[in-house]
């Protein structure tokens, strides 16, 4: 609850942060990128910090049970996280129905506000999933150490241990690679798609309504892309723990892990909320509500510009960096006694 109110302060345009990236956009693209930048960066603390005292004090209290039972609570929510996740593409889609039958301008106004709310409660939505994937990877890291661990003997990861550290090292470099390689596949495939589009404007007689585009064209190129351009990532978040495991033994790939879900989770707070900040603050504009720069103005021009960029953030790079990290957890504890068993470097 906690997580989905800070969440709701910063993308909602009912409150300052948002506001205030709205009223840099009269200055230009630049001054509106950087400004949601700091504003999904300051967003990262207080969850951070909630996620953080909430794994302490369950492990405290409970230990291993404590921090399961925990992220079982968090998984509680995932009815509620799905239904909130899927208001924002039906308001998102009925506004661009609106806009694309030229309906009245009431209408459109109606689906603008739902837009708006759409978008705060998909910003929710993606942190109640943040909140439950750090829990659950938190488990199944704790699951990991104790595979490895004899019986009767506390569960230790040397953090002191060279081995460990550059495991955490190059685990924290590869979620940054991980969101590079998402945010290159994604400018690609739209790349290619505003190529056909440009082709399928140019066909004689569609601008005038007398000949039917080749829907159909687009829609599978989108489809296709989103498919083929996550094989390599998928395959990243598999093989790299395993391999590891294989050359640098159980503790590189502990440190590999936790080192990957510290740098993941204010990753993906970042992306979301910068990502939802941008696009409530275009709403903010076209709503009329910044005085002098309504749709159409260069203001803003320049917040569908960061809107556009928010776009990769929170619908691509946010939401998949839980499940590279819950990924990468997942392989290592099916291969634990296999990297104990069988390791090229002891």
Do not use: W
Request: charged letters at 15%; hydrophobic letters at 45%.
């Amino acid at each position: 609850v906690a997580i989905g109110s800070i969440t709701e302060y910063y993308t909602s345009s009912d409150y300052k942060p948002t506001r205030k990236l709205a009223e840099m956009a009269p200055e230009g693209d630049a001054f509106v990128i950087t400004k949601g930048d700091a504003i999904g960066s300051r967003s990262c603390l207080l969850p951070v910090v909630l996620i953080g005292i909430a794994l302490f004090v369950s492990g405290r209290i409970s230990g291993i049970y404590g921090i399961a039972v925990a992220s079982l609570g968090m998984l509680s929510f995932v009815g509620t996280t799905v239904s909130i996740d899927a208001f924002g593409p039906i308001a998102d889609n009925a506004g661009g129905l609106a806009e694309s039958c030229h309906l009245p301008h009431n209408v459109r106004t109606i689906t603008d506000k739902l837009d708006a709310v759409g978008n705060t409660t998909a910003a929710i939505g993606k942190g109640f999933a943040i909140g439950s994937a750090a829990f659950a990877t938190v488990s199944l890291i704790v699951s990991y150490v104790g595979n490895f661990t004899p019986a009767n003997s506390e569960m230790v990861l040397n953090i002191a241990s060279f081995t460990v550290v550059a495991g955490a090292i190059i685990g924290g470099a590869l979620v940054e690679y991980f969101s590079a390689v998402l945010a290159d596949n994604t400018i690609e495939s739209a790349r290619a798609m505003a190529d056909e589009g440009d082709k399928l404007l140019s066909v004689p007689g569609v601008m005038e309504g007398k000949v039917r585009p080749d829907y159909n064209r687009m829609i599978q190129m989108a489809t296709q892309g989103a498919l083929r351009k996550m094989l390599f990532p998928s395959v990243l978040a598999m093989l790299i723990p395993a391999i590891s495991g294989f050359i640098f033994g159980v503790d590189f790939v502990g440190g590999l892990l936790i080192g990957a879900t510290i740098v993941a989770i204010p990753r993906a707070i970042f992306m979301g909320n910068s990502g939802g900040a941008f696009d409530n603050a275009k709403k903010y504009i076209e709503s009329g509500s910044l005085e002098g720069h309504g749709k159409g103005s260069a203001a803003h021009k320049s917040a569908v510009t960061g809107d556009t960029v928010g776009d990769t953030r929170k619908d691509v790079v946010g939401v998949a960096l839980d499940i590279f990290i819950k990924t990468m957890s997942t392989v290592a504890n099916t291969l634990v006694n296999v990297f104990r068993n069988f390791t090229l470097i002891r």
